[in-house]
């Protein structure tokens, strides 16, 4: 047992590793920066306005901008799926898994134009998320790089892992939390060797990032506290209404996506449809449209009364399954935690309303909300509530976060597996498991 320790120690230490893994930080960290300026073009073009405070930029918006601008969008991302794309969909996180998995090569040119696509689609508004295009991008870029130094599997697992680790950590901020992340998302498990490598690719495109964005939390918030075991049960229970709004928007995602695969017509014409939808959602609930950061952000900052907070867990959930359901390209990451803010947000206020002066504020819930129906979601209770604790720097909240992390996980995966990306590949008839990956016939 001693020797196998030491032979995965060095392992994980071997200086080849290592540099590859840093060259590789230092060029998906700059993609992750160049992804962000991509999209604030795409959504100043649609927009007027590349701001991520993009609720406040539509108040100066004509209504008929915000909705044509996701259905002319989705017309034009759908004939760009019909004349450009083989297959008709761009890659996605799920793709990024399953490459790991089988030798850790992804195609460049079809991540390439995923991620474009992806981009495409938030800057005109749908409701998905960027951290999907954010993993694709990184694992591309980590698995070209890889090829030049020839590395065996496992170590082109890790490279591919290590894009991930370093495009996450340059994009929200978060180190530690890209790091754990590639670990848990796309390496799925707990493991000694790639932990070294992933780390120093997740710490160099942290400084990327920074170097371009400054080193500052993407939500700032107050120095919330818990008031301590009284609120525990409170936020077990918030791990659990997680755990449901989780569900309910996992299975909104692929019960519109078979409802619009069943619809007549080319599929560019069903992806305007959606955005078109999107469009006249986002006309009494702006807070809808693309990834939602300054709407996550307002409800973590208590701006928001319960019913606005209510009406945009219904809109978001109703959005985000047209959204992806019709086509759009993007994650489930961003959706998730506006999702989660705005329910933990009405939780708190209701908190507040029963055991008035004795509980945290609702901002403090709406953080821990957020970790409660994202980590379902990505199936990884542990970087979810880092990259939380990261984006926010609310430290104190870490048990809260973590209970209603793990609640929620452990609620959902029973009923959808590890996470929805591997509920996806079963979907179509991959199965992973931590030593192998497996198919079989898609089901009729």
Known sequence: MSMDWRAAAKRAFAPRLLLAAAA????????????????????????????????????????????????????????????????????????????????????????????????????????????????????????????????????????????????????????????????????????????????????????????????VPIFPVPAYAATGLAEVPAMALLGALGAALALAMMGGIVALGTVFARLPGPWWLKTGLAGLAVGLVALRVPQVLSYGQEAAHAAMLGAYGWTLLLAIVAAKLAATAVSLGGGFGGGVFSPALVLGAALGGAFGHAMAFAFPGAVAPSGAYAVIGAAAVSAPVLGAPLSTALILLEMTEAWRLAPGLAIAAIVAAAICRPLIGRSFFTWQLERRGVTLTPDAISSRPRPS
């Open 24 to 215: 590789i930080g230092a060029v998906a960290g700059a993609g992750g920066v160049a992804f962000r300026l991509l999209l604030n073009g795409i959504q100043w073009l649609a927009f007027g306005s590349g701001s991520e405070m993009l609720v406040t930029a539509l108040a100066s918006v004509p209504g008929w901008r915000i909705v044509l601008a996701p259905a002319l969008g989705g017309l034009a991302i759908g004939l760009i799926y019909r004349f450009a794309i083989p297959g008709h969909f761009p890659l996605g996180p799920a793709d990024a898994i399953a490459a790991a998995w089988r030798g850790g090569a992804l195609p460049p040119a079809r991540s390439f134009a995923g991620t474009l696509i992806n981009a495409a689609s938030l800057g005109v508004g749908a409701s998905v998320g960027r951290e999907g295009p954010i993993v694709l991008l990184g694992g591309a870029l980590g698995s070209w790089l890889a090829r030049f130094l020839r590395p065996a599997p496992d170590e082109a697992r890790i490279l591919l892992a290590a894009g991930v680790a370093a495009c996450v950590a340059a994009s929200f901020n978060a180190p530690a939390a890209g790091a754990i992340f590639a670990l848990e998302v796309v390496l799925l498990g707990y493991r000694l060797v790639p932990l070294p490598a992933l780390a120093v690719a997740s710490a160099v495109g942290a400084l990327v990032g920074r170097a371009w964005f400054g080193n």
